[in-house]
T-cell receptor, first 114, second 114 residues
Framework: AQTVTQSQPEMSVQEAETVTLSCTYDTSESNYYLFWYKQPPSRQMILVIRQEAYKQQNATENRFSVNFQKAAKSFSLKISDSQLGDTAMYFC???????????FGKGITLSVRP | DTGVSQDPRHKITKRGQNVTFRCDPISEHNRLYWYRQTLGQGPEFLTYFQNEAQLEKSRLLSDRFSAERPKGSFSTLEIQRTEQGDSAMYLC????????????FGPGTRLTVT
């Protein structure tokens, strides 16, 4: 079984600045995938970024990038040039083929200030 | 819109009543997942289907819960004899066979048991 830990419950950032959201995970599987999902208030969960564990290169999607530290089992999300629309809950998640399910962290509430 | 859809979006019921939720996955996706999300928490896995076969059930899925996916298309989740502790958001997700880890979520059904 895998576990995902997000220890920061809330963060706030000024519009146009950069913010980093932290996540640690644990799994005994060698083949797994890591994700960040965004859940805006009263709206559905959206996949932000995906990282395959066997790839050393950090994934990037426009203003979103990750810092994947496999040995430390750390997977942080960096949001550059923060926008008001980035205000949401962000969930870190881990998927392994062994049990075919996503395991989520508790999430972090990000507020972008104008 | 070709995303995952769920119906109803909101359901208020009295304790002891039965409720049924429906999920329509993205049409070419053969995997379908159900998760439960309580306030301030990340989603927790309940069960998943590959085509019409239910392949895994969480221990969270008590005997009062049953899920089906006839013909491998839409899925239903039924809760019998609802309890106040069943109040939560019920999320459905689907993924393609080529990338089972990439799960796309529906808007969810918010259940309130009074």
């Amino acid at each position: 079984a895998q576990t995902v830990t997000q220890s920061q419950p809330e963060m706030s950032v000024q519009e146009a600045e950069t913010v980093t959201l932290s996540c640690t995970y644990d799994t005994s599987e060698s083949n797994y995938y890591l994700f960040w999902y965004k859940q805006p208030p009263s709206r559905q969960m959206i996949l932000v970024i995906r990282q395959e564990a066997y790839k050393q290169q950090n994934a990037t999607e426009n203003r979103f990038s990750v810092n994947f530290q496999k040995a430390a089992k750390s997977f942080s999300l960096k949001i550059s040039d923060s926008q008001l629309g980035d205000t949401a809950m962000y969930f870190c998640a881990c998927y392994t083929g062994a049990n075919s399910k996503l395991t989520f962290g508790k999430g972090i509430t990000l507020s972008v200030r104008p | 819109d070709t995303g995952v859809s769920q119906d109803p979006r909101h359901k208020i019921t009295k304790r002891g009543q039965n409720v049924t939720f429906r999920c329509d996955p993205i049409s070419e996706h053969n995997r379908l997942y159900w998760y439960r999300q309580t306030l301030g928490q990340g989603p927790e896995f309940l069960t998943y289907f590959q085509n019409e076969a239910q392949l895994e059930k969480s221990r969270l899925l008590s005997d009062r819960f049953s899920a089906e996916r006839p013909k491998g298309s839409f899925s239903t989740l039924e809760i019998q004899r609802t309890e106040q502790g069943d109040s939560a958001m019920y999320l459905c997700a689907s993924s393609p066979s080529a990338a089972p880890d990439e799960q796309y979520f529906g808007p969810g059904t918010r259940l309130t048991v009074t």
